[in-house]
């Protein structure tokens, strides 16, 4: 898809109406988005629908992946997801959902509806059935008996190859983090695969229309539970959110070593952030501090 305007608004309705919406009268520019120019639509009976469209699409099936992981929420793990109302190589619209209110009560309902997806849906591999898209970047999805080697292969060692990380983590931060994931077993606790969100940071967590928690985003595959967790207890979140980790943790039965792992996970997600975006809103001294022990002294 083109356009002779960078509007997004503009662009967004041009795409509406070549796909067939044409009762859709105006968008408003959904600000957050990164990886594609989104907004919400406005039809002509009033109601809304969210819309995103690539300028330049990073692949055909971006957004397809995306549709499918939401069903795959929905469908095998029980996850409140929106509905696609139209999915292409260029354009994808869903319904439209309302921002979450936060709440110790909306927290405490992400909680359980987390638990469910995470315990009802364990798998005896890692990976996917096929690849799918972590913003721009191809996520690799490759089946794996051994989650140790499909988190340090797919997951981390995956990013250096990209040219902002290889800029941003320089020969003793790279040694130092293949140097981690050989010890992945000594650091992390064996734990099974299950379906995940995969890009659950708190902006991918919005609400329906009676306030139930929302998933948006989602970058699925099975492996650990903790690549969710993780992303939540990184990313800016309210304080009404406290609830959420407790509550989650009582449902799965979490250890108390969880909190000091959480560096370790996150890895993949601050790779993958060097790896995008020129502003990475401080995943490099993250990526830096959480190596540090891991670089080779003398």
């Known amino acids: 898809m ?52 690539f300028v330049d699409a990073p692949s055909d099936d971006a957004f397809v992946a995306e549709a499918e992981g939401l069903d795959a929420l929905r469908t095998l793990g029980g996850a409140t997801t929106p509905d696609v109302v139209i999915v292409g190589p260029d354009l994808l619209v869903l319904e439209a959902l309302r921002p979450r209110p936060d709440d110790p009560a909306f927290w405490e309902q992400l909680a359980h509806a987390l638990a469910h997806l995470h315990t009802s849906t364990t798998h005896p591999r890692f990976g996917w059935h096929r690849d799918n898209w972590l913003g721009r970047r191809r996520q690799v999805n490759t089946w794996q008996d051994d989650g140790f080697e499909f988190f340090a292969q797919h997951r981390l060692l995956r990013w250096l190859d990209e040219p902002r990380v290889a800029s941003a983590v320089g020969p003793a931060d790279r040694a130092a983090l293949e140097h981690l994931c050989a010890r992945l077993p000594e650091l992390l606790p064996e734990r099974p695969a299950c379906l995940v969100h995969g890009d659950l940071w708190a902006g991918n967590v919005l609400a329906t229309a009676d306030g139930a928690p929302a998933l948006i985003d989602p970058a699925v595959s099975y492996t650990w539970a903790e690549v969710d967790l993780a992303h939540l207890w990184t990313t800016a979140a309210p304080p009404e959110s406290a609830v959420f980790f407790e509550r989650y943790a009582e449902l799965t039965g979490l250890d108390d070593g969880w909190r000091a792992r959480m560096p370790i996970v996150q890895l993949r997600q601050h790779l993958a952030v060097i790896a995008q975006f020129d502003d990475d809103w401080g995943a490099a001294d993250a990526v830096h501090a959480t190596l540090a022990p891991f670089r080779t002294r003398g």
């Open 2 to 53: 083109s356009g002779t305007t960078t509007d997004p608004t503009s662009l967004l309705l041009g795409w509406l109406h070549a796909a067939g919406l044409t009762d859709v009268v105006a968008v408003e520019h959904a600000a957050g988005g990164q990886a594609a120019v989104a907004g919400l639509a406005r039809r002509v009976d009033g109601t809304s629908v969210f819309a995103k469209g």
